[in-house]
């Protein structure tokens, strides 16, 4: 970026500098400290830079000297260098959310100079992300457009190297990190549906893989240029959120990937290993309770299989007893060594065009804000698999109360209220600044591939029998103008209302006391930004169901045979 009527200023906080990782240069500290709760130490008193108190300066986006040099590359006009520039800046940021790791930097960013396809592919995904988030700032008139016309060659490229794999010696980690970039560029349009396609792709290319290294040693195995535990917990998350929103979305059979992830530590060093270990958790939760639904559907289980089951479940429930303890630890540690100082909070997606507002102020960073939201829900969650009934957490109100709040502040720290520009100014610069200071603010859009909170969110909406709360979490929906991955916190809402409809329906009809049962059973992706939501009714159940035994032990009656019920939501994607 360069300040106007200034020399550019390319600096980072001392922290930054002393880790060697780049600095977003957010002020008054860099998000990037503030995200992995480590005390940033300020700015070192550079000549150019503005002090406390001195008069705002605009600030105009153009292309950058990039941290691996893209910009020099004389193959690239101008606005694919801006592009790979604004990836840098700000796109690669904002998909780690609120975590400081160096996968979309220091991983996939380096491919794009050593192979077209990552490439284009990377241009599409970043022109199409500042078009996405442009409401404070005029994106270029033609994003779409280049954004599209980038796909289409990165896809052409893609062809080739398929028809021709010895042209390149990387060609497969090519095509899989092609393949992620895909499906994120599909989900940021909200083609949902042919971004789990791609995924889809992924995930077979790496199983694929996996299978034939197992039988044996291969030449690929040599040639291998990124680490595929990266990329095999990338795939793995973006196959979590396809089981968590409804496995039909795999259209068949999953692929099955093995993650080799490291075994759980005595003690986390950062709230980055925190967070690989509940994604551990969480893809070993979702799918045990995937399996153990379909068991319960199909009839009593038998007592072989429910040992099985019983000793794999009480696994789970060790690990997750684990990283409660040592996220409780890390968070002593962290709050003993904080600084008196409270920062100012920064969303992910700091560094961009325009004057932007933080909406509070808090010493607890973003990601162990986040961090706490699942650490709250986890027990509940864990008796919901064991017993495969809903109601189960009612018994765990507090900790849904304390998830919400923690989600709640999470959004008020990493959400940006920005000035919505509606047409070019063409009126003098003065006329402009009134302009804009007469116009609402609004919540900048934000989109992440980091662990999230709108799954939560949506849990919390759609669950329980506590009205406030469900409500509570609905509106957050409504305000937070999150995607993250396949989820989607606009259409999460809708979902939530129509579910919260349907079930206040059910009451008028039979009465509050006949304790019907609404399950939702899945959301099916469809082309054209549609999903199907299919869901069932079941018949009263008895008011003093013992929940003591788990759901092995055979007391699960299924379903009760009621009938299914089908429903379609539709909605817009970006630049429609």
Request: proline share 6%; aromatic share 8%; glycine share 6%.
């Amino acid at each position: 970026m360069i300040r106007i009527g200034t020399e550019k200023v390319r600096t980072g906080c001392i922290t930054c500098k002393r880790r060697r990782v780049k600095c977003d240069e957010g002020h008054p500290r860099c998000a990037r400290c503030t995200k992995a709760g480590r005390a940033c130490e300020g700015y070192a008193n550079v000549p150019g830079r503005p002090g406390p108190g001195e008069a705002f300066k605009f600030v105009v986006y153009t292309p950058t000297q990039g941290q691996h040099h893209l910009s020099h590359n004389p193959d690239l006009d101008w606005s694919e260098r801006r592009s790979l520039s604004f990836f840098q800046d700000r796109t690669a940021l904002e998909l780690a959310g609120a975590f400081q790791t160096d996968f979309w930097l220091g991983t996939i960013l380096p491919l794009a100079q050593q192979d077209p396809s990552v490439r284009h592919a990377l241009i599409a995904l970043s022109s199409m992300h500042e078009h996405f988030a442009a409401v404070d700032h005029f994106a270029p008139a033609r994003g779409i457009d280049f954004a599209l016309d980038h796909y289409g060659k990165a896809i052409r490229e893609v062809v080739r190297l398929n028809n021709n794999p010895t042209q390149a010696e990387h060609s497969f980690d090519y095509a899989l990190v092609t393949c992620a970039l895909f499906s994120s560029f599909e989900s940021l349009q909200g083609n949902y549906h042919t971004a789990c396609k791609h995924a889809i792709s992924g995930l077979k290319m790496l199983a694929e893989e996996q299978h034939q290294t197992q039988s044996g040693p291969t030449s690929r195995a040599a040639r291998v240029r990124i680490s595929r535990d990266e990329l095999t917990r990338f795939f793995t998350a973006i196959g979590r959120q396809m089981l968590e929103i409804g496995d039909p979305n795999f259209q068949g059979p999953r692929p099955a990937v093995i993650w080799g992830a490291p075994s759980m530590p005595e003690r986390f060093a950062s709230f980055e290993e925190a967070l690989l270990h509940i994604e551990v958790l969480l893809t070993k939760l979702f799918d045990f309770a995937e399996s153990t639904d379909k068991l319960a559907d199909q009839g009593p289980i038998p007592e072989d299989v429910g040992h099985d089951l019983m000793l794999e479940f009480t696994g789970i429930k060790e690990y997750a007893t684990k990283w409660s303890e040592g996220l409780e630890l890390l968070m002593s540690e962290q709050a003993q060594s904080s600084t008196s100082s409270t920062p100012e909070s920064m969303s992910s997606s700091a560094g961009g065009a325009g004057p932007s507002v933080p909406l509070t102020k808090s010493t607890t960073p973003p990601s162990a804000l986040l961090l706490r939201a699942y650490q709250a829900v986890l027990v509940g969650f864990l008796r919901r698999v064991e017993v495969n009934d809903e109601a189960v957490l009612d018994e765990h109100m507090s900790s849904l109360w304390a998830c919400l709040e923690a989600c709640e502040e999470f959004i008020q720290q990493t959400s940006q209220l920005v000035t919505p520009v509606s047409t070019p100014a063409h009126s003098p610069l003065a006329t402009g600044i009134l302009t804009q200071q007469r116009q609402q603010m609004v919540v900048r859009p934000t989109y992440s591939l980091a662990l999230g909170v709108v799954p939560m969110l949506f849990l919390l909406a759609t669950r329980g029998s506590n009205m406030p709360l469900r409500q509570r979490a609905i509106d957050l929906l409504k305000r937070c103008k999150r995607r993250e991955g396949f989820w989607d916190s606009d259409v999460a809402a809708r979902l939530s209302e129509r579910i919260l409809d349907i079930q206040t329906l059910i009451a008028d009809k039979y009465g509050p006391e006949a304790l019907v049962d609404f399950k939702l059973l899945d959301i099916s992706f469809v082309p054209d930004r549609k999903c199907v939501v299919r869901y069932k009714l079941n018949g009263p159940r008895p008011k003093a169901r013992n929940l003591a035994d788990p759901l092995w032990a055979g007391n699960s009656t299924g379903l009760d045979g009621g009938k299914e019920y089908y429903e379609t939501l539709e909605w817009e994607g970006v630049g429609v």
